[in-house]
């Protein structure tokens, strides 16, 4: 160390005790770091509101030029594409009738058997404005945070299926996970997997399963509760186990590995431009007036005369 | 060796450009595994600080900004700071002889440096995991940041007129 040999006394000293500060700093922050200590939080929140608009600024003109070349490309066959979308429209049109038909008689068999419907939610669309650019981890800052009611723990889908999930929020942006990253486990539900049923209950087997993230492009699909169903195709959608993910939400499509399966993700991450972030409305106010179903004592109560019965 | 002063221009500069090197690297172009592999402009800039003008990038300044590129980047905290705080201490102890060297030489420290800095993070990124994480990416990047350290190099020595070729 020329630049420290070259001092001396006062400034010899002070280099070195500069050199052990910044040494036992950053191991702290590491170990801090490692374990995920949630007292880092406040300031990953606060990195992200002072990053996200300098990101955003900066990677202006290299989206500019990238929507530029998209652009370019989509004019040279625009004639293809508006055949295309004609049939699209016209294909469309049909569904939204076969689509209505469903939607009417849906609403009939909730009515007639009463169901409680799941819990309500409404989403908001952020832009992309960060990524985490290295090969060690898999995320992206979007310019939305708790300005947009957004929370930890929130759901993120682009057009096609699930994105993520976001861990980090701060004032005006927010953090996500990626499904591929290797910190990434989503309980997941194998549709199609388990055995029928054969009684009147008409409850289907249901697999479960664990998507695991491995910083490759299809996670792996781990701790099934049965492997013997799973076949290449099958959808993968979001379980509620944990109550994390709302259920039913599209992921991918299974396909063999030679380990074992990984998931097709639906998600589109090389034009990952915005997302779709899930906001849980459900309404989870307890009613002033509601009682008890079951008393401490363990006898059953009666219930709030006002309530629906479920 | 005598170092040249540290001009308020300089000072400037480095805060820019160290700046613009931690965005740049976040850049979203493509998100997780579809992102096109970008440079770690990081540390072509750092390296180059710390060879032409090691004081204006004190120790406290690499933590500050290995914390700040940390942060900002999502990974496991602290892993990149002490990553690049390893490899600034090596570059100080051959900085003397990096500035008078040849670009060829100088280069190929530069390689070295990212080499140290990226292994270092590689395995401190592991280590919270108990398994080693995929090399492909990571070497993949490192190969493109040594190669956008040439012309780094050279378009801060044309614009700011620090170093020689």
């Known amino acids: 160390m020329a630049q420290y040999r070259s001092r001396s006394g006062i400034g010899q000293i002070m280099s070195r005790s500069t050199l052990a500060f910044a040494v036992v700093f950053g191991v702290l922050v590491y170990v801090l770091g490692a374990s995920s200590d949630p007292r880092l939080e406040p300031l990953r929140r606060i990195a992200l509101d002072i990053s996200a608009p300098i990101t955003g600024f900066v990677s202006a003109p290299f989206r500019f030029i990238r929507d530029a070349t998209s652009n370019f490309g989509g004019f040279l066959d625009v004639y293809e594409q508006n055949r295309t979308l004609r049939e699209d429209i016209v294909q469309l049109n049909q569904w ?106 008409g409850k289907d087997e249901v697999v479960r399963a664990i998507l695991v993230g491995d910083n490759s492009g299809a996670p792996v699909l781990q701790f099934a509760t049965k492997t013997e169903g799973i076949r290449p195709g099958q959808r993968i959608v979001t379980s509620s186990d944990g109550g994390v993910f709302p259920k039913g939400l599209p992921i991918g499509e299974v396909e063999r590995d030679s380990d074992g399966f990984r998931v097709r993700l639906e998600a589109n991450f090389d034009r990952l431009e915005f997302v779709r972030i899930l906001l849980d409305r459900t309404d989870r106010t307890i009613d002033a007036d509601a009682v008890l179903i079951v008393s401490p004592e363990g006898t059953r109560t009666e219930e709030n005369p006002d309530r629906p019965e479920e | 060796m005598k170092r040249d002063p540290l001009s308020v221009w300089a000072i400037l500069a480095i805060i820019v450009t160290m700046t613009t090197g931690i965005a740049l690297s976040a850049l979203p172009l493509g998100a997780g595994p579809d992102a096109m592999i970008w440079p770690n402009f990081l540390l072509c800039v750092s390296f180059f600080w710390l060879v032409h003008r090691p004081l204006g990038l004190p120790t406290i300044a690499v933590l500050f900004v290995g914390l700040m590129d940390d942060l900002i980047g999502g990974g496991v905290l602290g892993a990149g700071m002490l990553a690049l705080l390893i490899g600034s201490l090596i570059v100080r102890a051959g900085s003397d002889s990096l500035v008078r060297s040849a670009f060829g030489p100088r280069w190929l420290a530069f390689a070295g440096f990212a080499a140290v800095v990226f292994v270092i993070e590689w395995g401190l990124t592991s280590l919270p995991r108990w398994s080693p994480l995929p090399v492909g990416v990571p070497f993949a990047q490192f190969l493109v940041t040594v190669l956008a350290y040439a012309p780094v190099s050279v378009l801060f020595r044309k614009v700011l007129r620090i170093g020689r070729t």
């Open chain 1, 96 to 201: 939204r009738e076969v689509a209505r038909r469903f939607e009417e008689e849906n609403a009939r068999l909730r009515a007639l058997h009463n169901v409680a419907l799941a819990p309500k939610f409404d989403y908001i669309t952020a832009q992309v404005v960060g990524s985490s650019g290295g090969g060690f981890n898999q995320s992206v800052t979007i310019n939305v945070g708790r300005t947009g009611s957004i929370d930890a723990g929130a759901v993120a889908l682009d057009g096609g299926g699930v994105v993520g999930r976001v861990v980090s929020v701060g004032q005006r942006a927010a953090r996500i996970l990626l499904l591929t990253d290797l910190a990434s486990r989503v309980p997941v539900i194998v549709e199609g997997a388990g055995k029928k049923s054969t009684e009147d209950d």
